[in-house]
């Protein structure tokens, strides 16, 4: 089974092909754009992402919102994770926390997947830490300062731990299970 993923980001594409290619999904990047409401849950950034690609391409199709959460930060970048990462980076991230001994964080991860009978929304989540400095060079975007809880290294030091225990490894399972399960159609 192929569905449309509307995403300028090919390592997502890649990241979720990981996942499909259990299932015998394939994910095809789609380059139609579509606005990011501002909310502070990703869950309904994706739910009108996924809305607006489907009403242009009236085919299934999937978007996904991805925020970094930081404790310290009282949940900042969060949904916001994208202009921040534009305006002030990894480094930036690291001077905020700059003396900070709680460095708690979690990736969220929100796909939307809207057909004809409405849009259904997967999350996955994974807790971790904000690492003192930047470490690796595999992945993109917070991979460098990104340590999943129990593990030493970074998700750009280490990619497939990444691809084993992710935010989007989650969310792309539960839609795989939920899209070959058929229930869909309930
Ligand atoms: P879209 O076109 O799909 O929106 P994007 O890269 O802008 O692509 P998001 O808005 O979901 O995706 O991402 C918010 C920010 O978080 C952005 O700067 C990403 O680089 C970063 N990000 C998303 N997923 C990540 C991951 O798995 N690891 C590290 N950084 C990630």
Known sequence: MKVKFATSNP???REGNLVGKKFGMEFIQIKQ?????RDEDVSRVAEEGARFVFDRVKEPVIVEDTGLFIEALN????SFSSFVFRKIGNDGILKLLRGEKNRRASFISAIGYC?????KIF??????SIADKKRGVEGFGYDPIFIPINYKRTFAE???LKARVSHRKKAFQKLCEWLISGSKKA
């Open 75 to 78: 949940g900042f970048p969060g």
């Open 33 to 37: 754009s579509y606005p990011e409401i």
């Open 123 to 128: 999350k996955g989540i994974v807790g971790g």
């Open 158 to 160: 280490d990619p497939d």
């Open 115 to 119: 057909d004809e009978n409405g849009v």
């Open 11 to 13: 390592h997502k594409v």
